[in-house]
C-alpha cells in the first residue's frame, strides 16, 4: 500500500470552499483506499490530507481522472501555501 499524509493553508477565509472542491468528486478513484479531509482544529485556514492508495502507481495516475484534474485546476487559486507532505507505507488499520 501507499499511503500520503499532507497539510496546506487556504487563503484567508476559502477553507471551507476548498474543502467543498475537494469533497465533491471522490467517488471514481481506482486503487484509492481512503481519502480523508481534515480541517486543522489550530488554523483556521490550514487543511490537512489522509490518502491510502493500492499502489504509489495509482496515486501517481488519479491526477489524470479529469474529474480530479479539473479539481486540482479549480483549487490551485484557493491554495496559499503547501506544507507537510509525508510518504507513509500503511500496513493495517479500520477501512483499509
Not at 32 to 56: G, R
Not at 63 to 83: K, Y
Not at 84 to 94: A, L, S, Y
Amino acid at each position: 500500500m501507499h499511503g500520503l499524509i499532507g497539510s496546506f493553508s487556504a487563503h484567508p477565509g476559502k477553507r471551507d470552499e476548498l474543502i467543498a472542491l475537494m469533497t465533491a468528486s471522490l467517488s471514481d478513484m481506482p486503487g484509492c483506499l481512503s481519502y480523508v479531509v481534515a480541517k486543522d482544529p489550530q488554523d483556521a485556514d490550514k487543511l490537512w490530507i489522509t490518502e491510502v492508495w493500492d499502489c504509489a502507481d495509482s496515486h501517481k495516475a488519479s491526477v489524470h481522472i479529469p474529474a480530479v484534474a479539473e479539481t486540482i485546476r479549480q483549487a490551485m487559486p484557493l491554495i496559499a501555501a503547501f506544507g507537510e507532505h509525508i510518504v507513509t507505507q500503511p500496513v493495517g488499520g479500520c477501512g483499509i
